[in-house]
């Protein structure tokens, strides 16, 4: 079903050159198809209906642009508000002076806390500061060699000793000052939300020493209990922003959503591989775009808006809904497609970029499609059906092609003009330029 | 009083509120758009999907039910369906049961291993740990550690080792000594990694080899905080290993794991186990009935 829906979106996407008003129902429409969407990605309930009730507000009292289609002008509202959402409290981790300051991490139990710590020790090194990291989770089995292991792997140092973790912390601090390290970087042990006492055992820990971030550690599998887990961490302990983990995985990851619109804080920093490098400042424009799951979609509408020859689009667009659009228009086509910028860019914009690039569709092949139909006489464009043995041959010679080439250019062209008549027909829109077998 | 016994009256409290709740759901007595909305929160805020949850209410809405007793029980037969799978078969006598635990990481795998060894313990059995995990820092020494707090055997090589080698000594030692089970501990890993997945068959394939007596039980650790990705979770794991089942972790939070629904709808797969916490009591054989009352709740 989750497939169905974004090809839904994604298919009135893709239709370049149809535009129109937005009206009620086509935002109603959007937004149940958002709907779903979002509660597919996991986006807790709740959240899913206050962000729908936000978009239709927005989307309502929003002017009509001219150049795109009602469903990319949806599309483009959700993701603008969402992106709005996850990076309204967007920070820089302020790694500035004074030194030595704490940064400590929590979460539950399996969230991924421990490499959390190794990493953003690695993160802030490679900035140039100097970490210590300390080993307060004294809980689980193993959990202090873990972290030493880990941390000499990448050099960095580690503190140890100590029978509580606040002694842990106290004296990883002072051995900060007075050995000149600039962040001190606490690992602590998983706890349910639901635990009163370990909950109260963070939150003594974090009025003792102050730090200047307290990170809570999500886990971006974890559904919608997200917005539980983020809500009562920040009403029991109180936290300033947020790691996202294990997003290498293929979870939409809603739970940042829910948690960021629940808490107000900001994500940090995500982690997407079991390497320590794998480890980076977050950006709202991907966690939005991956939630929807639509690949860079608006990014690519919004090149193609800019770059496309509107006054070309249009009359081409005329030509294709009565169906005479021919090998010269098709010309103009590819020369559009090339302007949009290397071809393996463009596909990994699009939605379901990765089945198109099974596809021999590359800037080399754009080049010899162009130069067969530059090798072909008008009366030709116009009318390809008269290209035939000697006149292929001719082609083929004259591109630089060969004739395998030229018959599939032919076959393809044919497959998209069966496309257009359906579409003159009024059978919905269907993409152009990606025509799903256009490129055999 | 023992963990179960809280869960059990956790359970009894979570009945109560469920019955006044749910009592109130189907109390607007018209069934109106307002009650099937909150049936749909409900079980979507339970982690059952959009298509589960729109099949349950849709199959709801056939019905016509005299009371909102009724209506409940209706639904709650109708889910209980939904997981009426055979009662797993925990040990084949006169065999070695090999048990291995795999799962992404951090669903409580190696805490698991620990219970499972208990379980087989409480009911006659020796079992010998293997630690398996040999990628992730610390990995066996975690099991090592909690071994040995429990005492049993443990057998596990340095990091690094190949886990399939470690499994071939571990299987190897339980054959000589003719134990009835073993468990293997195993590195955490994403289901999106080819590499490491092979690294499993692998292990499967060298177990079976070790030892021709094997009886192989695969078991996929899923954890109840995890959204609808448990479901590609699950279908990736089936594809590559064929687990016999699932266990189902990390009950004691607010989450349900209602996607355990939304596999069988694809999959069928059984749930074997599930853990409620952090000790080593901290688990049990899985209870349709108690699974439901805890997810309606
Ligand atoms: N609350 C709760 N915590 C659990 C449960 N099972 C395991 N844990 C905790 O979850 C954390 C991770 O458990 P592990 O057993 O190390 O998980 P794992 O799957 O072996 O982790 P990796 O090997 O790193 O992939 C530990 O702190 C466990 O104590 C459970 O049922 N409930
Ligand atoms: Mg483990």
């Not at chain 1, 390497?275 to 979609?297: C, S």
């Not at chain 1, 990765?354 to 092949?365: F, G, I």
């Not at chain 2, 020796?126 to 040999?134: E, G, K, V, Y």
């Amino acid at each position: 079903m989750f497939e169905a829906l974004t090809e839904k979106i994604q298919a009135a996407l893709s239709g370049f050159f149809s535009r129109g008003k937005l009206t009620e129902k086509q935002i109603k429409d959007g937004l149940r198809e958002l709907k779903l969407v979002l509660l597919e990605a996991d986006v807790n309930y709740q959240v899913v209906k206050e962000f729908i009730a936000e978009v239709e507000g927005r989307a309502i009292g929003q002017d009509v642009i001219e150049s795109i289609t009602p469903a990319q002008q949806i599309v483009k509202i959700i993701h603008d508000e969402m992106v709005r959402i996850l990076g309204s409290s967007k920070k820089e981790f302020d790694s500035r002076p004074p030194y030595p300051f704490l940064v400590m991490l929590v979460g539950l139990q399996g969230v991924g806390k421990t490499t959390a710590v190794v990493k953003l020790g690695n993160f802030l090194k490679k900035r140039g500061m100097k970490p210590l990291l300390v080993a307060a989770d004294l809980r689980r089995a193993a959990a202090q060699e873990q972290l030493a292991i880990l941390a000499e792997e990448c050099s960095l140092a580690v503190f140890s000793e100590g029978k509580t973790s606040s002694e842990l912390i106290k004296q990883s601090l002072e051995k900060a000052r007075n050995e000149g390290f600039d962040v001190v970087i606490a690992d602590t042990a998983g706890r349910l939300h639901l635990d009163e006492d370990l909950m109260g055992e963070v939150r003594e820990l974090k009025e003792a020493y102050n730090p200047r971030y307290t990170l809570f550690v999500l886990d971006s599998m974890v559904g919608q209990d997200a917005l539980n887990q983020a809500v009562q961490f920040d009403e029991k302990i109180g936290f300033d922003g947020m790691i996202l983990t294990k997003l290498d995985g293929d979870a939409r990851g809603g739970a940042a959503l829910s948690a960021v619109k629940v808490t107000g804080k900001p994500i940090y920093f995500v982690s997407d591989g079991e390497r320590v490098q794998n480890f980076q400042e977050f950006y709202p424009e991907r966690m939005a775009t991956r939630i929807l799951g639509m690949g860079d979609i608006l990014t690519l509408v919004e090149r193609a808006q800019a770059e496309m020859d509107l006054k070309k689009a249009k009359e081409i667009e005329k030509k294709m809904a009565k169906a005479q659009f021919d090998l010269s228009d098709f010309l103009l086509q590819l020369e559009e497609l090339e302007k949009l910028g290397p071809i393996g860019e463009i596909l990994k914009y699009l939605p379901g970029g990765a089945k198109l690039r099974a596809l021999p569709l590359d800037e080399k092949k754009i080049k010899h499609m162009k130069a067969i139909v530059q090798s072909m006489t008008l009366e030709e464009r116009k009318n390809p059906s008269i290209i035939k043995g000697k006149r292929k041959e001719r082609i083929a010679k004259g591109s630089g092609t060969s004739l395998l080439e030229v018959n599939q250019l032919l076959r393809g062209f044919e497959e998209l003009q069966k496309i257009m008549k359906e579409m003159a027909k009024g059978k919905g829109k269907i993409p152009f330029l990606f025509g799903k077998d256009f490129f055999k | 009083m023992s963990t179960l016994d809280r869960l059990r009256k956790g359970l009894a409290k979570a009945r109560a509120d469920l019955k006044q709740k749910l009592a109130f759901l189907f109390k607007v007595s018209n069934f109106d758009s307002l009650f099937w909305e909150e049936l749909e929160a409900k079980l979507i805020q339970s982690d059952l999907g959009v298509k589960t949850t729109l099949e349950i209410v849709e199959m709801m809405k056939k019905n016509s039910f005299s009371s909102p007793a009724e209506g409940f029980e209706a639904l709650k037969k109708a889910l209980l369906k939904t997981l009426d799978f055979p009662l797993p078969v925990l040990i084949e006598k006169n065999k070695l049961n090999f048990y291995l635990i795999v799962g992404v990481n951090g669903t409580g795998k190696t805490t698991t291993a620990i219970k499972l060894a208990n379980f087989f313990r409480h009911r006659g059995y020796s079992p010998l740990l293997i630690a398996a995990d040999t990628f992730r820092a610390a990995g066996s020494e975690q099991l090592e550690v909690m071994a040995q707090r429990h005492s049993f055997s443990v057998v596990s090589q340095r990091r690094g080792a190949d886990a399939a080698a470690v499994v071939f000594d571990g299987l190897s030692k339980a054959f000589s000594n003719r134990l009835e089970v073993a468990i293997a501990d195993t590195a955490g890993r994403l289901h999106t990694r080819k590499d490491l997945m092979d690294e499993l068959k692998k292990i499967k394939k060298v177990a079976l080899k070790a030892c021709p007596e094997l009886r192989m039980v695969v078991l996929l650790v899923v954890e109840a905080t995890f959204g609808l990705n448990a479901l590609s979770q699950v279908r990736v794991f089936d594809e590559i290993l064929s687990p016999n089942g699932l266990i189902l972790t990390k009950l004691d939070g607010t989450a349900k794991g209602g996607f355990i629904i939304a596999v069988q709808r694809e999959l069928q797969k059984p749930v074997w186990f599930v853990g409620f916490g952090e000790k080593i009591e901290d688990f049990d054989l899985f209870n349709k009935e108690l699974f439901i009352q805890a997810l309606l709740s």
